[in-house]
């Protein structure tokens, strides 16, 4: 097909993009993509977050153009829904991963109050909010069920996992967190870090 070819209709693009007509997906980027960006940043509020956002849901677009459906064949409408629901689940894992950061943070509190003394209680949130942030989505999940205190027995049901293959991940999301957090952190006291490793692996 030529390259240069222009799709006048939403229907007559997505078929296009069905079949794997690249200039399709470039013509979607080219007409959607700004527009995208600049819902996504009035929402988001961060640069880098509203184009990880888009550029994730044009390429699930694209991966997934062969069992592409949109009712009506109104490409705008479905981007815009796509969006939403992208925002309300980075909103939603945000609001999860902050009650997680607090529940663990009080309990650290609870066991050892000396832990924070040299840390402002809104930094070390901010810290490890970020930090978790940064996990692969098993390990977020994971430590999530953990700031909600599941067990885990509880954690391997509710993610559909062996207690194994969660013991696996724990350990790696602690190594990972140990590492992010002494680079941001040079002089965290360690035994916030001890404290922390505890309440992430008790039964």
């Keep these: 097909m030529d390259n240069s070819m222009h799709y006048d209709s ?13 200039n399709a997906y470039e013509q979607l980027v080219s007409e959607h993509s700004k527009r995208l960006l600049q819902a996504a940043f009035n929402r988001l509020d961060s640069k880098f977050d509203a184009e990880d956002m ?6 699930e677009l694209w991966e997934k153009r062969e069992t592409l459906t949109i009712e009506g064949g109104a490409l705008s409408a479905y981007l815009n829904v796509a969006l939403r629901n992208r925002i309300f689940t ?9 009650r997680a950061v607090r529940h663990l943070l009080e309990q ?3 066991m050892q109050s000396s832990i924070l003394e040299t840390l402002v209680r809104q930094d070390m949130e901010t810290l490890l909010s970020e930090a ?4 692969p989505e ?13 067990s885990l027995k509880e954690i391997a049901k ?14 790696e999301m602690i190594r990972r967190l140990h590492r992010t957090l002494a680079a941001r952190q040079p002089g965290l006291d360690r035994s916030f870090l001890i404290v922390l490793t505890y309440l992430l692996t008790k039964n």
């Design 108 to 110: 650290m509190e609870t």
């Design 132 to 135: 978790v942030s940064e996990l």
């Design 90 to 98: 980075h909103f939603r894992r945000a609001a999860l991963h902050k």
């Design 54 to 59: 888009v550029q994730d849901l044009l390429m």
């Design 158 to 171: 509710a993610l559909g996992l062996a207690e194994q293959t969660v013991k696996g991940y724990s350990s």
């Design 10 to 22: 939403d229907q007559g693009l997505i078929e296009a993009l069905r079949v794997g007509e690249r």
């Design 138 to 150: 098993n390990m977020q999940k994971i430590f999530i069920l953990r700031g909600e205190d599941y």
